[in-house]
């Protein structure tokens, strides 16, 4: 399994960045994903989350922390084994380390991560 992260950078408050997350080595379109964060001094924490969408009848499911609702959007496109992050509004909260990670088999599995930093 390996995801690679990107699309973090430096960007004012009030700005978007949007985080991508290439996936390889399981059947990515059967698993959930995920993104978490980390800030310094702090623990990892989810952000966001979607299902698999496998199952046509259910569609994708979304979940967000609440500190992030109504801002971020996590979006997946099976074909291209890409999840996505949109983050809009940003706060200098959101400064932090974001993952990717898929729980596949008995193991949870991270990526190496990309840093957002939110600052004027």
């Known amino acids: 399994v390996q995801l690679v992260e990107s699309g973090g950078g430096l960007v004012q408050p009030g700005g978007s960045l949007r985080l991508s997350c290439a996936a390889s080595g399981f059947t990515f379109s059967n698993y959930v994903m995920s993104w978490y964060r980390q800030a310094p001094g702090k623990e990892r924490e989810l952000v966001a989350a979607?299902?698999?969408?496998?199952?046509?009848?259910?569609?994708?499911?979304?979940n967000y922390a609440d500190s992030v609702k109504g801002r971020f959007t996590i979006s997946r496109d099976n074909a291209k084994r890409t999840v996505f992050l949109q983050m809009n509004s940003l706060k200098s909260e959101d400064t932090a380390v974001y993952y990717c990670?898929?729980?596949?088999?008995?193991?949870?599995?991270w990526g190496q991560g990309t840093q957002v930093t939110v600052s004027s």
């Open positions: 979607i299902t698999s969408g496998s199952e046509i009848s259910a569609g994708e499911m979304t």
């Open positions: 990670t898929v729980a596949a088999g008995t193991s949870r599995y």
